[in-house]
Protein backbone atom coordinates (compact mmCIF):
# COMPACT_ATOMS: atom_id res chain seq x y z
CA UNK A 1 0.00 0.00 0.00
CA UNK A 2 1.29 3.64 -0.86
CA UNK A 3 1.35 5.72 1.99
CA UNK A 4 2.73 8.98 4.22
CA UNK A 5 3.01 7.71 7.60
CA UNK A 6 3.46 11.67 9.83
CA UNK A 7 5.53 11.92 12.92
CA UNK A 8 2.93 12.64 16.19
CA UNK A 9 1.61 15.88 17.48
CA UNK A 10 3.95 18.73 18.87
CA UNK A 11 3.77 20.96 21.41
CA UNK A 12 6.05 23.22 21.73
CA UNK A 13 7.05 27.07 23.05
CA UNK A 14 8.09 30.47 21.03
CA UNK A 15 11.97 30.14 19.92
CA UNK A 16 12.72 26.39 19.73
CA UNK A 17 13.34 24.36 17.43
CA UNK A 18 11.66 21.76 15.76
CA UNK A 19 11.32 18.96 12.64
CA UNK A 20 8.41 17.12 11.75
CA UNK A 21 8.86 13.90 9.54
CA UNK A 22 6.90 11.83 6.79
CA UNK A 23 7.68 8.62 6.08
CA UNK A 24 7.09 7.46 2.41
CA UNK A 25 6.30 3.65 1.75
CA UNK A 26 4.90 1.14 -0.90
CA UNK A 27 6.47 2.99 -3.93
CA UNK A 28 9.95 4.09 -5.26
CA UNK A 29 10.42 7.28 -3.00
CA UNK A 30 13.20 9.08 -4.83
CA UNK A 31 10.76 8.86 -8.01
CA UNK A 32 8.39 11.59 -6.61
CA UNK A 33 8.13 14.73 -4.88
CA UNK A 34 6.80 15.42 -1.42
CA UNK A 35 5.05 19.12 -0.70
CA UNK A 36 4.45 20.76 2.50
CA UNK A 37 0.90 22.15 2.99
CA UNK A 38 -0.23 24.28 6.39
CA UNK A 39 -3.99 24.41 7.76
CA UNK A 40 -3.75 27.48 10.63
CA UNK A 41 -6.77 26.52 12.63
CA UNK A 42 -10.46 27.90 10.89
CA UNK A 43 -8.30 28.34 7.97
CA UNK A 44 -7.24 27.23 4.44
CA UNK A 45 -4.93 25.33 2.64
CA UNK A 46 -1.27 26.64 2.14
CA UNK A 47 1.37 25.05 0.35
CA UNK A 48 4.33 25.82 1.49
CA UNK A 49 7.70 23.82 -0.69
CA UNK A 50 8.24 20.70 -2.20
CA UNK A 51 11.47 18.27 -2.42
CA UNK A 52 12.60 15.80 -5.25
CA UNK A 53 13.78 13.37 -2.29
CA UNK A 54 15.61 11.63 -5.56
CA UNK A 55 18.13 15.15 -6.28
CA UNK A 56 16.88 17.10 -2.98
CA UNK A 57 15.58 19.69 -5.79
CA UNK A 58 13.83 21.95 -3.20
CA UNK A 59 11.33 25.08 -4.25
CA UNK A 60 9.39 26.99 -1.36
CA UNK A 61 6.49 29.17 -1.80
CA UNK A 62 7.66 32.77 -1.25
CA UNK A 63 6.02 33.47 2.10
CA UNK A 64 7.44 30.58 3.72
CA UNK A 65 10.85 31.19 2.41
CA UNK A 66 13.37 31.37 4.53
CA UNK A 67 10.61 30.51 7.59
CA UNK A 68 11.11 26.99 7.12
CA UNK A 69 13.27 24.01 5.84
CA UNK A 70 12.30 21.24 3.49
CA UNK A 71 14.57 18.14 3.77
CA UNK A 72 14.49 14.34 2.91
CA UNK A 73 16.74 11.16 4.04
CA UNK A 74 16.48 8.87 0.92
CA UNK A 75 18.05 6.25 3.05
CA UNK A 76 14.70 6.10 5.05
CA UNK A 77 12.71 7.27 2.37
CA UNK A 78 11.66 10.16 4.49
CA UNK A 79 10.92 13.97 4.69
CA UNK A 80 11.47 16.42 6.71
CA UNK A 81 9.81 19.80 7.89
CA UNK A 82 11.94 22.15 10.17
CA UNK A 83 11.77 25.39 12.18
CA UNK A 84 14.82 26.60 13.75
CA UNK A 85 13.03 28.79 15.62
CA UNK A 86 8.90 28.62 16.32
CA UNK A 87 6.71 31.50 16.48
CA UNK A 88 2.96 31.32 18.16
CA UNK A 89 1.57 32.35 14.32
CA UNK A 90 3.26 28.60 13.48
CA UNK A 91 0.43 26.39 15.41
CA UNK A 92 -1.20 24.58 12.40
CA UNK A 93 -1.74 21.05 10.89
CA UNK A 94 1.39 20.39 8.30
CA UNK A 95 0.23 17.99 5.61
CA UNK A 96 2.84 15.99 3.33
CA UNK A 97 1.44 15.19 0.13
CA UNK A 98 3.04 13.12 -2.97
CA UNK A 99 3.13 14.62 -6.22
CA UNK A 100 4.11 13.67 -9.86
CA UNK A 101 5.54 16.94 -10.28
CA UNK A 102 7.25 19.75 -8.79
CA UNK A 103 4.19 22.39 -9.79
CA UNK A 104 1.93 20.86 -7.39
CA UNK A 105 -1.99 21.44 -7.79
CA UNK A 106 -1.34 21.33 -11.47
CA UNK A 107 1.19 17.53 -10.90
CA UNK A 108 -1.05 15.19 -9.19
CA UNK A 109 -0.83 14.98 -5.70
CA UNK A 110 -2.40 12.05 -4.94
CA UNK A 111 -1.14 10.74 -1.99
CA UNK A 112 -1.13 12.61 1.82
CA UNK A 113 0.09 11.68 5.07
CA UNK A 114 -3.06 12.14 7.64
CA UNK A 115 -1.36 15.56 9.05
CA UNK A 116 0.89 16.40 12.03
CA UNK A 117 -0.86 19.31 14.20
CA UNK A 118 1.97 21.50 15.81
CA UNK A 119 1.05 24.01 19.00
CA UNK A 120 3.14 26.57 19.75
CA UNK A 121 2.11 28.40 23.11
CA UNK A 122 4.00 30.26 25.66
CA UNK B 1 -6.65 36.41 0.49
CA UNK B 2 -6.90 33.26 -1.80
CA UNK B 3 -5.24 33.35 -4.90
CA UNK B 4 -8.51 31.22 -6.41
CA UNK B 5 -11.85 32.51 -5.17
CA UNK B 6 -14.39 29.79 -4.50
CA UNK B 7 -17.94 30.36 -1.98
CA UNK B 8 -18.15 30.09 1.27
CA UNK B 9 -20.32 27.55 1.48
CA UNK B 10 -23.17 25.60 -1.17
CA UNK B 11 -25.92 23.23 0.09
CA UNK B 12 -28.93 20.97 -1.55
CA UNK B 13 -30.35 18.01 -0.37
CA UNK B 14 -29.65 14.47 -0.63
CA UNK B 15 -29.48 12.66 -4.07
CA UNK B 16 -29.68 16.45 -5.57
CA UNK B 17 -26.69 17.84 -7.69
CA UNK B 18 -24.60 20.57 -7.00
CA UNK B 19 -21.62 22.37 -8.40
CA UNK B 20 -18.71 24.58 -7.03
CA UNK B 21 -17.15 27.16 -8.85
CA UNK B 22 -13.24 28.40 -8.60
CA UNK B 23 -12.47 31.27 -10.29
CA UNK B 24 -8.38 32.39 -11.15
CA UNK B 25 -6.17 34.08 -13.38
CA UNK B 26 -4.62 33.36 -17.09
CA UNK B 27 -1.65 33.08 -14.95
CA UNK B 28 -3.00 30.20 -12.46
CA UNK B 29 -6.43 27.96 -13.35
CA UNK B 30 -5.97 29.66 -17.45
CA UNK B 31 -2.22 28.80 -17.89
CA UNK B 32 -2.07 25.18 -15.57
CA UNK B 33 -4.21 22.13 -14.39
CA UNK B 34 -6.49 22.39 -11.96
CA UNK B 35 -7.62 19.87 -8.95
CA UNK B 36 -9.79 19.86 -6.02
CA UNK B 37 -9.59 18.22 -2.95
CA UNK B 38 -12.03 17.54 -0.05
CA UNK B 39 -11.65 17.78 3.32
CA UNK B 40 -13.56 15.77 6.00
CA UNK B 41 -12.75 16.94 9.53
CA UNK B 42 -9.89 15.02 11.05
CA UNK B 43 -8.66 13.48 7.61
CA UNK B 44 -5.57 13.92 5.39
CA UNK B 45 -7.62 15.48 2.27
CA UNK B 46 -8.21 13.68 -0.63
CA UNK B 47 -7.60 14.29 -4.14
CA UNK B 48 -10.97 14.26 -5.95
CA UNK B 49 -9.81 15.32 -9.75
CA UNK B 50 -6.58 16.04 -10.98
CA UNK B 51 -5.45 17.72 -14.86
CA UNK B 52 -9.32 19.80 -14.67
CA UNK B 53 -11.49 16.55 -15.22
CA UNK B 54 -9.72 12.77 -14.16
CA UNK B 55 -10.60 11.25 -11.58
CA UNK B 56 -7.66 9.07 -9.57
CA UNK B 57 -9.13 5.36 -9.39
CA UNK B 58 -11.57 5.25 -6.47
CA UNK B 59 -13.53 8.33 -6.91
CA UNK B 60 -17.01 7.71 -7.93
CA UNK B 61 -17.84 9.31 -10.98
CA UNK B 62 -20.39 11.44 -9.14
CA UNK B 63 -17.67 13.63 -9.03
CA UNK B 64 -16.67 15.66 -12.01
CA UNK B 65 -14.41 18.55 -13.10
CA UNK B 66 -14.47 21.10 -15.31
CA UNK B 67 -12.33 24.05 -16.83
CA UNK B 68 -13.41 26.89 -18.93
CA UNK B 69 -10.97 29.76 -19.04
CA UNK B 70 -10.17 31.01 -15.94
CA UNK B 71 -12.36 28.90 -14.24
CA UNK B 72 -13.12 25.54 -13.35
CA UNK B 73 -16.38 23.53 -11.90
CA UNK B 74 -16.70 20.50 -9.46
CA UNK B 75 -19.96 18.79 -9.70
CA UNK B 76 -21.71 16.63 -7.48
CA UNK B 77 -24.30 14.57 -8.81
CA UNK B 78 -26.13 12.10 -6.46
CA UNK B 79 -25.61 14.11 -3.10
CA UNK B 80 -24.86 11.74 0.25
CA UNK B 81 -24.75 12.75 3.54
CA UNK B 82 -21.10 11.50 3.43
CA UNK B 83 -20.02 14.05 1.10
CA UNK B 84 -20.02 16.90 3.55
CA UNK B 85 -16.49 18.79 3.74
CA UNK B 86 -14.69 21.75 2.68
CA UNK B 87 -13.62 21.38 -0.89
CA UNK B 88 -10.55 23.38 -2.19
CA UNK B 89 -9.86 23.43 -5.80
CA UNK B 90 -6.07 24.31 -6.65
CA UNK B 91 -3.00 25.57 -9.70
CA UNK B 92 0.11 26.55 -10.06
CA UNK B 93 0.91 30.23 -10.96
CA UNK B 94 2.80 30.18 -13.53
CA UNK B 95 3.27 33.94 -12.46
CA UNK B 96 4.42 33.60 -9.23
CA UNK B 97 6.04 30.23 -9.17
CA UNK B 98 3.47 28.89 -6.26
CA UNK B 99 0.85 26.74 -5.90
CA UNK B 100 -1.94 28.24 -5.41
CA UNK B 101 -5.95 26.97 -3.78
CA UNK B 102 -8.90 28.72 -2.97
CA UNK B 103 -10.27 29.58 0.19
CA UNK B 104 -12.41 26.43 0.49
CA UNK B 105 -16.09 25.66 0.21
CA UNK B 106 -18.32 24.06 2.70
CA UNK B 107 -20.61 22.01 1.33
CA UNK B 108 -23.83 21.17 3.54
CA UNK B 109 -26.33 18.07 2.29
CA UNK B 110 -29.49 19.59 3.95
Known amino acids: EVQLVQSGAEVKKPGESLKISCKGSGYTFISYWIGWVRQMPGKGLEWMGI????????TYSPSFQGQVSISADRSITTAYLQWSSLKVSDTAVYYC???????????????WGKGTTVTVSS | QSVLTQPPSVSAAPGQRVTISCSGSSSDIGANFVSWYQLLPGTAPKLLIYENNKRPSGIPDRFSGSRSGTSATLGITGLQTGDEADYYCGAWDSSLSVAVFGGGTKLTVL
Open chain 1, 97 to 111: ARCSGPRANSDRCGI
Open chain 1, 51 to 58: IYPGDSDT
